[in-house]
């Protein structure tokens, strides 16, 4: 009975010691970074206001647009903001528009100084990029830089902005070819090499800050299942662009006093593919929907010249005086056949806002914008840009090379970050495949420990009943008479007489109470172990 129990305790002790010993699991690291107004410091210590990322570089913040057009962050330098770049004429949208230097720190989120980097090799940085030059882009120069991503730093070769009206701010690169994913998954600061985005909303009446997750996406700002969709290798109408969707559906919901029409933009007589893109700011239309937006506005458009006195417009849409025109309407947009994004009122159309002479935000009261370039895409490629993903939460995942949306709240959120393929997520035991793995090796060895005593102490007890106790004689053989031819005679005074058999004496034990079996038997139980649902297996 006590080495049995002694069986026991050793048994658990070890098991306990299994468990404890086990390595324990660890969520896959992510990077959380808010997107929101930014104000920085210009490397002239000049007020920058911007929206975006705020980065640190060398010493200096910049606010940086998360950007699936590039492989390479492509940061702006000082030399964006020189004299012979403050005209904006040749841009078709900003004709007769100039800006002075504050204007163009805000617009372009500040800058890098490239005589504080490492230089780098251009033509790399061109390989990798082979989108940015497709519409006029150029590359003049690279560097090495260490991005200060809030408390994570990461050294990556980036591209220098030197030039060009493109652009507003700097590009961070989420691409699928993305060095900085690569950089940051290498240096063990993410998981894997996907990031999630809420854009918030830059919305006048319903501003939202938003958030960018990389190595992960938010589960705070989900409010619906995600939709899932394939990352492409393939580009749009000539653009680079790897969230591509198909707008199987576009209808526009315009309210007039106490009227509602319907209008039907898009159908399955004319599908639109569209491109994902959460570096533009507004929709971008082809020639023929653009148009089709204007007539809608019942109003004429005026040119960003008409109000350049006032302010600088960043990426001037469909703007008109508030006295001719208005378009208080919904998007409705039905993509690939299955999922509805509702674009509201507030998010379509807003008071013209802009940078004022100081190089701060203002808004003109005047004047009403349409969230649509005014001007039609390049390549005629649709793209859908921040004023769509207002509504929707954005997680791309390069491991699988799948992108998925899903309505996201409305209200701002703090982030709660999870790791893509979070394997501790979905167990509510916290331990790993080898922790679990290391038990099983233990319970085995456990019973195999059981099975080895409980045969010892078998065969103890079996020898033990064998042997007869200390003290106890064996009764002696009793001597076998042989016959004798004379055996029946009676004896002779001379025949030698033995005594009788001396008697054995005899013991009796009661051996009842020594069983080693008694005592009662332990009851095992099994607990259920639940599994607590990822916010990946909501991914349909």
């Not at 010993?21 to 959380?32: D, G, H, I, K, Y």
Request: aromatic share 6%.
């Amino acid at each position: 009975m006590a080495l049995l129990g002694l069986a026991l305790q050793l048994v658990v002790l070890f098991a306990a010691q299994m468990v404890l010993s086990a390595p324990q699991c660890l969520s896959p690291p992510t990077v959380a970074l808010n997107l929101g107004p930014c104000r920085v410091l210009a490397v002239d210590k000049s007020d920058v206001s911007s929206f975006g990322i705020t980065v640190g570089v060398q010493g200096t913040e910049i606010c940086v647009a998360p950007s699936t057009t590039v492989n390479s962050t492509f940061l702006t330098e000082a030399s964006i903001c020189a004299d012979n770049q403050l005209d904006m004429s040749s841009e078709e949208s900003q004709k007769g528009v100039s800006m002075n230097l504050k204007q163009c720190r805000s617009r372009r989120g500040g800058f890098v100084d490239k005589n504080t980097l490492a230089p780098a090799d251009v033509q790399g940085v061109k390989d990798l990029n082979p989108g940015w030059g497709i519409f006029g882009n150029k590359i003049t120069a690279a560097a090495s830089a260490t991005l200060q991503l809030l408390d994570e730093r990461v050294t990556d070769i980036v591209g220098l902005i030197t030039e060009g009206q493109k652009s507003t701010q700097s590009h961070l690169a989420l691409s699928s070819g993305s060095t900085l994913l690569r950089r940051l998954k290498e240096s063990g600061l993410i998981g894997a090499l996907s990031w999630g985005l809420n854009s918030g909303s830059q919305s006048v009446l319903f501003p939202r800050v938003g958030s960018l997750v990389l190595g992960g996406f938010d589960k705070g700002s989900l409010a619906g299942p995600f939709y899932d969709y394939q990352v492409s290798r393939l580009p749009l109408e000539g653009r680079y662009c790897p969230l591509q969707v198909l707008v199987t559906g576009l209808s526009v919901s315009m309210r007039t006093g106490n009227t509602t029409t319907e209008k039907e933009i898009v159908g399955k007589a004319n599908k639109l593919p569209a491109c994902v893109e959460p570096y533009d700011n507004l929709f971008r239309m082809p020639k023929n929907l653009l148009g089709q937006f204007k007539d809608l506005l019942k109003g004429t458009p005026v040119e960003p010249s008409a109000y350049a006195d006032k302010l600088v417009n960043l990426e001037p849409g469909i703007v008109y005086r508030k006295d001719t025109a208005d378009f208080n309407a919904t998007l409705r947009f039905t993509i690939n056949y299955n999922q509805t994004v509702e674009v509201p009122f507030y998010e379509v159309q807003r008071s013209l806002r802009g940078l004022d002479a100081n190089g701060a935000v203002v808004v003109d009261p005047d004047y009403n914008e349409l969230q649509i370039y005014g001007t039609p895409a390049d390549g005629d490629a649709a793209v859908l840009g921040k004023a769509f993903l207002s509504q929707l939460y954005l997680y791309v995942n390069y491991e699988s090379m799948s992108f998925h949306m899903a309505s996201q709240k409305a209200e701002a959120t703090t982030p709660l970050p999870e790791a893509t393929d979070d394997s501790c997520s979905s167990s509510s035991t916290g331990l790993t495949a080898e922790s679990k793995g290391l038990i099983a090796v233990g319970s085995v060895l456990g019973a195999l420990l059981i099975a080895l005593l409980l045969a010892a102490v078998f065969r103890w007890r079996k020898k033990r009943n064998a042997t007869p106790p200390p003290g106890i004689l064996e009764e002696p053989a009793t001597p076998t008479r042989q016959e004798s031819p004379h055996s029946s005679r009676t004896p002779s005074r001379g025949d030698t007489i033995f005594p009788p058999p001396f008697p054995a004496t005899t013991s009796v034990r009661d051996l009842s109470t020594d069983s080693i079996f008694g005592g009662t038997q332990g009851r095992s139980s099994r607990t259920g172990r639940g599994s607590v649902a990822s916010p990946q297996s909501h991914i349909t």
